[in-house]
């Protein structure tokens, strides 16, 4: 009987086991929390690093190593609101901040016109 119990655990552990490899890298989400600030106007029509031109009433924003066209998930820690943007740019070139958004993600997360938040992001990791 005992010998019986140790087979249908170690089956049962060899399952689960066998179930969690089969999860795919692009379902692991990565969250990251820092200070996030915004794009001046005055950027309106200049172009991104990825060549397009940047415009402030689409939810873009800009991060040092993120694949462009990676989809962020920016959630504002001091209200709960959060947006969902498009790395389209690099930046920025501060340690203190981890993200620059648009003009229109910043005014959706209420803190357009304060300079800056603390955020967290959350992204798909790449295979």
């Known amino acids: 009987m005992k010998y019986c119990l140790l087979l249908i655990s ?3 552990f ?23 600030t915004y794009y001046h ?5 200049r172009r991104t690093t990825s060549g397009a031109k940047y415009r402030r009433g689409k939810f873009t924003a800009a991060h040092l190593s993120l694949p462009f066209g990676t989809i962020v998930t920016v959630t ?21 901040f981890i993200i ?13 016109g304060k ?7 959350a992204y798909n990791r790449k295979s």
Do not use: H, W
Not at 76 to 96: F, H, Q
Not at 100 to 112: I, M, N, P, Q, T
Not at 115 to 121: L, M, R, T
């Open 10 to 12: 170690m089956f049962l």
């Open 14 to 36: 060899i399952q689960v086991d066998a179930q969690e490899d089969t999860i795919p890298l692009d379902s692991i989400q990565k969250i990251k929390t820092g200070f996030a």
């Open 41 to 45: 106007r005055k950027f309106e029509g």
């Open 76 to 96: 504002n820690l001091s209200n709960g609101k959060s947006v969902e943007v498009e790395i389209n740019d690099r930046g920025p070139y501060s340690k203190r």
């Open 100 to 112: 620059d958004v648009s003009e229109c993600a910043a005014k959706e997360l209420g803190f357009f």
């Open 115 to 121: 300079g800056q938040s603390k955020v967290e992001i």
